[in-house]
Structures are given as structure tokens and as C-alpha cells.
């Protein structure tokens, strides 16, 4: 294939411009933010979980409580009844009064332990209302920091959505410029290797970096200027700059 020396060494600004564009596509896929993002929604459902089952233990102590409440109240109604009937002097029987008080032994050591029991569910339940406020303070901050990466990761895509548009434009004038069959030859060389022109520079290709061998720059030296040359090692059009030079 033959074409003007000046529309091949544009192939080297068409594939710089390619070259950003990939760049470009990279790092809209690898935008630290993105990833930011996904370690801080990561965070926010472990958090959510953690401060729901603190809610729910606190809501089981609160049952505990409610119970252990209802029952010391039914031994104390039960208490000052015993208590009533002994101090009312209405039983007369030894049997009656040594059960009745052995009762009452009984009634206030229960009340001692459920008093205990709601002692110690109390403290719990302070404890967790402690862990549930700090649980919503840290829940808050995560929300927080997931929203400040949605902002910096949504300015990066829309810098980068700006530059590919610039350099799609680019592109796109680029082509319209070049002959149509350089631009095939190029697009599938581009399509195979991710590269499909570079410059000859000192005998050695801008695409592989690998040297040429003495007959291959030979071809090259002997080649016409329009000669469309390609790369031995990795098959990108090789561009000679004005004069032929980088052999």
C-alpha cells in the first residue's frame, strides 16, 4: 500500500489520540473513587446491620424489663396482701401464721432477685442504648463519606466523559482527513494489537520498542517514501518522519 508521507505521519496523531482515549476509558474504569464508593456502601450495610441488631437487643431488654417490672409488682401485690391478712389479727392458727410468714420470707427473697435480674437488664440496656447513639453517629459519617465520593467520583466521570468527547471529535476530523484505506489498514492493525501506528525512531519501532535487524532496516531504507512500511515484530505502520530519518 502506498500513501502521502504527510497522511502517514498524521496516523501517529490519530493514534495519540487513541492512545488517550484508551487512556481515558482506563481510568473511568479505575477511578480510586469507584472503588471508595464501593468500600464505603460496603461499610454503610455492615453498619446498618450492626445498628439493627443493637436496636433489637434493646428491644428484647426492653420486654426483659417490662417482665421482670410486671412480676416484682405481682410479688409485692402478693406481699402486701400476706402482709395485710398477718397484721390484721384475723388468724388465729400457729400453723397459718408460721406458713404465712415463711410465705413472706419467700416473697421478699423473690423480690430481692427479680430486683437484682432488673438491675443488671437496666445496665444492659443502657449499655445498648450507648452503642446504638454511637452506632447512628458512625452510620451518619459513613453516609457521609459514601455521598462525598459519589460527588468526586461523578466530577471525575464528568471530566473524563469531557475529554472523550474532545478526543472522539478529534478523532473523528482525523479520519475524515485521511485516506480511507490507510485508515482500514490502520483500524484493523489497531484492533488486533491496540496499536496500529508509530513512529520509526533510531531504527527501532514506537509500538514494540524492538530494534530492527540490518536487513529489515535495509527494506525500509530502500523503500519508496509513500511506501505504507509495517513493523516485522508487531505489524503496526511503521512512519518515517520527513526525509526518511529515524532509520
Do not use: F, W
Amino acid at each position: 500500500m502506498n500513501a502521502d508521507p504527510a497522511a502517514q505521519r498524521r496516523l501517529l496523531d490519530l493514534a495519540a489520540v487513541d492512545a488517550e482515549l484508551t487512556r481515558v476509558a482506563h481510568r473511568r474504569r479505575s477511578l480510586p473513587e469507584l472503588a471508595e464508593l464501593e468500600h464505603a456502601e460496603q461499610a454503610l450495610l455492615s453498619a446498618r446491620d450492626s445498628l439493627v441488631a443493637t436496636e433489637t437487643a434493646g428491644s428484647d431488654l426492653d420486654r426483659d424489663m417490662r417482665r421482670l417490672e410486671a412480676e416484682i409488682d405481682q410479688v409485692r401485690a402478693r406481699e402486701d396482701r400476706d402482709r395485710g391478712l398477718l397484721d390484721s389479727g384475723s388468724i388465729s392458727s400457729g400453723k397459718q401464721l408460721e406458713d404465712l410468714q415463711h410465705e413472706l420470707a419467700t416473697l421478699k427473697r423473690r423480690q430481692t432477685v427479680l430486683e437484682d435480674d432488673l438491675l443488671e437488664v437496666m445496665e444492659r440496656r443502657e449499655a445498648t442504648v450507648a452503642e446504638a447513639e454511637r452506632g447512628r453517629v458512625a452510620l451518619a459519617g459513613i453516609e457521609q463519606r459514601r455521598l462525598d465520593a459519589a460527588r468526586r467520583r461523578d466530577a471525575a466521570l464528568a471530566e473524563l466523559g469531557s475529554a472523550d468527547e474532545h478526543g472522539r471529535h478529534e478523532r473523528a476530523v482525523l479520519i475524515g482527513e485521511l485516506p480511507a484505506d490507510l485508515v482500514a489498514l490502520y483500524e484493523r492493525i489497531r484492533a488486533r494489537n491496540g496499536t496500529g501506528a508509530a513512529l520509526l525512531r533510531e531504527g527501532r519501532c514506537g509500538a514494540c520498542q524492538l530494534e530492527l535487524d540490518r536487513t529489515a532496516l535495509g527494506r525500509l531504507r530502500e523503500a519508496v517514501a509513500d511506501e505504507v512500511l509495517r513493523c516485522e515484530e508487531c505489524g503496526v505502520v511503521l512512519v518515517r518522519l520527513s526525509g526518511g530519518s529515524g532509520l
